[in-house]
């Protein structure tokens, strides 16, 4: 028969003073998740504060991504889908009357200018040909 494979041995030693130790067993799939389940590496730099105005470019891209442009020239383009493109331009434009009079001057300017780029986009791909 094959040699058994040996699971790693987790030792509390909180209660006992490091006397008991419980063998776990382990295969190579729960080895590689708890490996990997780390989303972010020690030496990697932290990430920017979300704020309105990243938030706002980050749904403009993805409407922008759904339209058929290609962000990233590394990444395989994406299907089409105006629909799902026309609905974060709604979404934005729901934000821009619900935040009207309390964004800053550069979050507002961000915004409008956004949804501006977003809607001449979206109005020259569903325009009929």
């Known amino acids: 028969m094959a040699e058994e494979e040996q ?13 008991e130790a419980a063998p776990v067993p382990s295969s ?7 490996a990997t389940s780390s989303t972010e590496s020690p030496h990697a730099p932290p990430a920017p504060p979300v704020t309105f105005s990243s938030f ?26 105006l629909p799902q493109a026309k609905e974060i331009i709604d979404l934005l434009s729901v934000l821009e009357d619900k935040t009207k009079g309390n964004l800053t ?5 961000v915004l409008r200018d956004m949804l501006y780029a977003l809607r001449m986009k979206y109005v020259t791909l569903a325009s009929p040909k």
């Open 7 to 19: 699971g790693f041995v987790v030792r509390d030693r909180r209660a006992s003073g490091g006397a």
């Open 28 to 34: 190579p799939s729960k080895q590689s998740v708890s």
């Open 56 to 81: 706002v470019i980050s749904l403009g891209s993805s409407s922008l991504m759904l339209m058929g442009e290609q962000l990233d020239p590394n990444q395989a383009p994406i299907p089409v889908n």
């Open 105 to 109: 001057p550069d979050e507002q300017t």
